[in-house]
């Protein structure tokens, strides 16, 4: 497996809030389907980021043309594949 990030810039803030919902319900689910690694709101307002895991670029590219923010134009997409590297652990203070 492969890791994709894919940024979603905002297209509009209208559309996002009424969308959020169904965005999150949508990301639960790939999530319990072993798909989402990571995911986040940028806090400057431009969108957010999410983390897949996927077999390839094709398959992650379907998986977020059916994002709700994606399908109403409220959000966009840029999908690259990420070679993850990790030089710290992340420690709960």
Known sequence: MKYFAAFSPMLDTEKNVTFRQDHLAYLKDKAEE????AKGRFTDG???LVIYIAE???????IVKQDPYVV????G?????WEMTVETSLNED
Do not use: D, P, T
Not at 72 to 75: F, N
């Open 72 to 75: 109403s134009g409220a959000r």
């Open 56 to 62: 390839n670029l094709n398959e992650v590219e379907e």
């Open 46 to 48: 431009v969108g957010g």
């Open 77 to 81: 997409y840029e999908i690259h594949e």
């Open 34 to 37: 072993g798909k989402v690694f």
